[in-house]
T-cell receptor
Framework: GAVVSQHPSWVICKSGTSVKIECRSLDFQATTMFWYRQFPKQSLMLMAT?????????EQGVEKDKFLINHASLTLSTLTVTSAHPEDSSFYIC???????????FGSGTRLTVV | QKEVEQDPGPLSVPEGAIVSLNCTYS??????FMWYRQYSRKGPELLMY????GNKEDGRFTAQVDKSSKYISLFIRDSQPSDSATYLCAFLDTGRRALTFGSGTRLQVQP
């Protein structure tokens, strides 16, 4: 089945630094990638939708200058958390529509801890 | 009113029990109904999806949708300790394309 590879699986960074998270579709072309954030014991909240070759669409309340999304190819989408702060510590997950079913394939997630 | 309501649990059952997980929703634009399983610190994996009212069975799992009541359920028969995870209901409004998730129910199956 469709696989989305997400890296890194966890990262610890200092406050004020930037962190890049990558999601690659391994055996299909992901024209669209959804980025979610999940706080402990809470549901996945959609942050933004990226489409290959165009600007990402951000959900209300998500700072586009802080969460930079790039979808330069059909197999790679990246999320960069810029000037990270402790409140950005969360679990970030990407997801792409799986054309083989009505489901969406998720990456394995990245646990970001900002200290 | 929240778009999706899901009891967070935790729900603890003995091995072999039948588990019932439920979600209610308010958005009439939701066309597809899904259940995902998420193990700790992992991405969700799709268990079941359906787009019509009624039941759909896959092995030990049965998904049930009642569009008139805006209520969906997931039943797990003969539950196993390996079923211990968080179960998320998810909904798709085809116009929006992104999934809307419930808050997840944490299930613990005791051996």
């Amino acid at each position: 089945g469709a696989v989305v590879s997400q890296h890194p699986s966890w990262v610890i960074c200092k406050s004020g630094t930037s962190v890049k998270i990558e999601c690659r579709s391994l055996d299909f072309q992901a024209t669209t990638m959804f980025w979610y954030r999940q706080f402990p014991k809470q549901s996945l909240m959609l942050m933004a939708t990226s489409n290959e070759g165009s600007k990402a669409t951000y959900e209300q309340g998500v700072e586009k200058d802080k969460f930079l999304i790039n979808h330069a190819s059909l197999t790679l989408s990246t999320l960069t958390v810029t000037s990270a702060h402790p409140e950005d510590s969360s679990f970030y997950i990407c997801s792409a529509p799986d054309r083989s079913s009505y489901g969406y394939t998720f990456g394995s997630g990245t646990r970001l801890t900002v200290v | 009113q929240k778009e999706v309501e899901q009891d967070p649990g935790p729900l603890s059952v003995p091995e072999g029990a039948i588990v019932s997980l439920n979600c209610t929703y308010s958005n009439s634009a939701f066309q597809y109904f899904m259940w995902y399983r998420q193990y700790s610190r992992k991405g969700p994996e799709l268990l079941m999806y359906t787009y019509s009212s009624g039941n759909k069975e896959d092995g030990r799992f049965t998904a049930q949708v009642d569009k008139s009541s805006k209520y969906i359920s997931l039943f797990i028969r003969d539950s196993q300790p390996s079923d211990s995870a968080t179960y998320l209901c998810a909904f798709l409004d085809t116009g929006r394309r992104a999934l809307t998730f419930g808050s997840g129910t944490r299930l613990q199956v005791q051996p």
